[in-house]
């Protein structure tokens, strides 16, 4: 299993399905995961799941630029960096972005995010 493949369909999957139906991200994270949103700290799947619903915009859409990925620890975690635009509806320019996912493997041979750490980027 090639980690950068691994964090592409991650970041693939994350985005097409953040931009289309939020709660359907409740499935990738578990109790013990964390968000933290520009400082703002959020633990369990479905406190995650409500605070990313819960966001001040209802369609958006995530532009990736890069997309970078370390494995992690001995457990087969994997560290996927992201930078890109995010487009919201209404909006005439774009957001810059950076994200952080720490993933961790499942027993049925899949991922979960354990951390998820999310800037807006200010020039």
């Known amino acids: 299993m090639d980690p950068d493949q691994v964090a592409k369909a991650f970041v693939e999957h994350y985005y097409s399905t953040f931009d289309a139906n939020r709660a359907g991200l409740a499935n990738l994270y578990q109790d013990g995961s964390m968000l933290t949103f520009e400082g703002q700290k959020t ?15 209802q369609q958006c859409k ?47 041979g899949s991922f ?10 200010y020039a």
């Open 43 to 57: 633990q369990g799947s479905q406190n995650i799941v409500a605070k990313l619903i819960a966001l001040p915009f």
């Open 62 to 108: 995530h532009h990736i630029t890069t997309v970078d990925c370390q494995p992690s620890g001995p457990a087969g975690g994997m560290l996927v960096f992201v930078s890109g635009n995010l487009q919201l509806s209404g909006e005439h320019h774009a957001l810059k972005f950076s994200q952080m996912f720490h993933l961790m493997p499942t027993p049925q």
């Open 112 to 121: 979960y995010v354990f951390n998820d750490i999310f800037r807006l980027n």
